[in-house]
């Protein structure tokens, strides 16, 4: 972080300026009285008067400055807080996103730490006032010291209110910040495309609205209560300040009578109770404005102090670099895994239905038990088998979104826990079935896997993505804006997008979930033709639900209940007539549901959802790629392999 001493410098310096104006100012009001008016003299009255006019410009442009360098000083330590945050939020691992609301998040990043500078800066100006107060009870007793006395009698009167409104107030910020967050949560849950089209779908219009109007009236009800709490501080410090006048007038006035001082004394007297409890009041709700600090603090330490799972050890190993040499291998040695348990990723107070702390700390299942396989340098290794065996946590320790519990999982012989996160990033390159994109345009998005990428380089990746095509004929091109809110493009036209996005960051090891949703052949035949490309030269791990993708593997591994139960090609398994060619026969001679021969079945896909794959236009095309048979009517060419168990 950054230093704020020079900040602090000039703030301490407008302030002893301030301080001595303030105090000054009753003296030349006294001098006016006593030695102007009561003397008639003119002369001293314009004098005094136009220094105390001056003055006050000069304490105008001090208290300016002095506001300048506090919130200069309560905004850099939120600019550094937040950037901190951010830059550990990156770090976390995947399950800290898994479990943890988005709203709720961007709730104490931003909410959080706008209310810690709010604070900070209110407690710097109050603190300056320390100052203040202890000149101006100095100027007091040398004036009268039974009035001081009187003054300083009555000050426990504001100190005891201010500290128990102090503890309210944090009590009330606390809740009204968590049930902000909440509400935050909500509206980012079910606005967001997905979401919204879920609750279009699925959900219950009125009973949701109802169950938000609850959760705001929360919000309003914690809202009242600290609005009102806030307010009874200055309003019973405004009274007390009031009596305080009266009394001052009432006892000064009686020794004015007694010539125990003179009127101009009074008059400075009542200036100085003024400039007293004035800065008083700032004073006490000084430990309010620390204690709502001190929550947000709390807050956002609570995110920043989450230990990220993964880490970078010192000095790490570089992976080679894509195109520096041959593709790297993969090697699974004995790689046992369970999910991390909630307590070690993610912060309750972020998750919306956050388990109790007993369930939180349970370890979870193990996935994976002692996995062994060799994924060859160059070559295919499809990953087969039913639902649920274990294939997707298998490639997310490839890219280290996790590490393993036990054994490792190596590339070229480095355990990817010695190897520079960056370098990781550089060499593995992953299209998951549903590609994200962000809210940007097709160049943005496209670029992001490489930043320096000419525009004749993000054409040539998309047409070798088979979507280069499409593109052009997009009246904006590649300034066309995909992403949440751009729905312009269909299911395979955004796995070819991703795949032109892997293309442009060429990485040498490419770990790939086939998509078979919402594919018409056509588009089938376009990502084939894409694949091939992508993943020549390449080592390649794939979820394949696609024959072509399975016969053309150098290596099958059929992954179920977590362990590698075979491995070879597609003929040798068929031949072992073991799980995968039972699999692959049961699904292959499953009767047609949809009137489509038995010619039109002949292409099987392992484990792909059937949901949204038709309706196909039978016979649009061959499937390129030059593996199989014609795609089938109606989608039927993607025959779940052993999908779900009730059809093994
Ligand atoms: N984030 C997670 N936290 C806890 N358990 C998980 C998590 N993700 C997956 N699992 C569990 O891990 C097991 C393996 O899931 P995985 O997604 O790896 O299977 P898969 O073979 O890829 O299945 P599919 O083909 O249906 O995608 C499942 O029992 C699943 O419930």
């Not at 300026?17 to 002369?43: H, Q, R, W, Y």
């Not at 896909?605 to 095309?621: F, K, Y």
Request: charged share 20%; proline share 5%.
């Amino acid at each position: 972080m950054k230093s704020h001493k020079p900040a602090f410098a000039f703030l301490l310096l407008t302030t002893v300026v301030d301080s001595l104006i303030i105090v000054s100012t009753p003296l030349l009001l006294k001098v006016i009285i006593d030695e102007g008016i009561l003397k008639d003299d003119a002369g001293v009255i314009t004098t005094v008067a136009l220094v105390v006019a001056g003055l006050a410009v000069v304490d105008a442009v001090a208290q300016l400055v002095q506001s300048y360098f506090s919130g200069r000083i309560g905004q850099g330590v939120s600019h550094d807080l937040r950037v901190e945050a951010f830059k550990h939020v990156q770090r976390q691992p995947m399950a800290f996103f898994t479990r943890t609301q988005t709203g709720l998040l961007a709730s104490r990043l931003n909410g959080d730490v706008m209310l810690a500078q709010q604070a900070l800066t209110t407690m710097l100006v109050s603190a300056t006032s320390v100052l203040t107060v202890t000149l101006v009870l100095a100027e007091m007793f040398y004036l009268s010291w039974l009035i001081s006395l009187i003054a300083i009698a009555m000050l426990p009167l504001f100190i005891v209110p201010g500290i128990y409104v102090g503890r309210r107030l944090q009590h009330y910020s606390r809740a009204q910040m968590q049930a902000n967050g909440e509400l935050g949560g909500i509206i980012n849950e079910r606005f967001n495309v997905g979401g919204a089209m879920l609750a279009k779908l699925f959900g219950r219009p009125r009973e949701e609205a109802a169950a938000f109007e609850a959760r705001a009236g929360e919000v309003r009800q914690v809202g009242i209560i600290w609005t009102v709490y806030s307010r009874l501080s200055f309003v019973f410090m405004a009274l007390l300040a009031s009596l305080a006048t009266a009394l001052v007038y009432g006892v000064g006035g009686g020794l004015v009578l007694n010539d125990v001082f003179r009127i101009g004394t009074l008059v400075a007297l009542a200036a100085l109770l003024g400039r007293l409890y004035g800065p008083i009041t700032q004073l006490s709700s000084l430990q309010s404005n620390a204690l709502t600090a001190m929550v947000s603090f709390d807050r956002i330490f609570e995110v920043l102090d989450l230990k990220p799972l993964i880490e970078e050890k010192p000095d790490p190993v570089a992976l080679a670099a894509p195109g520096s040499g041959p593709a790297p291998e993969i090697e699974f040695d004995q790689v046992s895994f369970r999910y991390p348990r909630a307590s070690d990723v993610s912060l309750a107070s972020l998750e919306s239905n956050a388990l109790s702390a007993a369930e939180r700390a349970k370890e979870t299942a193990e996935v994976l038990h002692g996995m062994t396989f060799r994924v060859p340098s160059g070559k295919l290794t499809a990953l087969v088998g039913p639902s649920g065996g274990g294939k997707t946590t298998a490639t997310h320790l490839v890219s280290r979104l996790y590490d393993p519990t036990s054994g490792s999982v190596r590339i070229d012989g480095h355990d990817l826990r010695d190897v520079s996160l960056d370098s990781l990033r550089d060499v593995v390159g992953v299209v998951s079935q549903d590609a994200h994109f962000y809210h940007d345009t097709i160049r943005v998005n496209l670029s992001y896997a490489r930043p320096d990428a000419t525009q004749r380089d993000l054409l040539r990746a998309c047409d070798a993505a088979q979507i280069g095509d499409l593109i052009r004929s997009l009246p904006s091109g590649l300034d066309t804006v995909v992403g949440d809110r751009g729905f312009r493009l269909s299911g395979g036209e955004k796995q070819r997008l991703a795949l032109a996005r892997l293309l442009l960051k060429a990485p040498s090891i490419v770990v790939l979930d086939e998509a078979t949703a919402h594919l018409d052949s056509e588009s089938e035949a376009a990502i084939q033709l894409a694949l091939t490309t992508a993943l020549r030269d390449r080592t390649s791990l794939v979820i394949a639900h696609r024959l072509s993708t399975i016969r053309e593997a150098d290596q099958i591994l059929v992954i179920d209940e977590g362990v590698v139960r075979e491995s070879g090609t597609h003929e040798e398994l068929l031949a072992a007539g073991g799980l995968y060619s039972e699999l692959y026969h049961t699904q292959f001679n499953r009767p047609s549901t949809n009137g489509a021969g038995p010619a039109a079945r002949k292409e099987p896909v392992l484990q792909g959802p059937v949901i949204g794959s038709g309706p196909a236009l039978g016979g649009s095309g061959p499937v390129l790629g030059g593996s199989g048979p014609p795609p089938a009517v109606g989608g039927e060419h993607i025959l779940r392999l052993g999908a779900d168990p009730d059809e093994r």
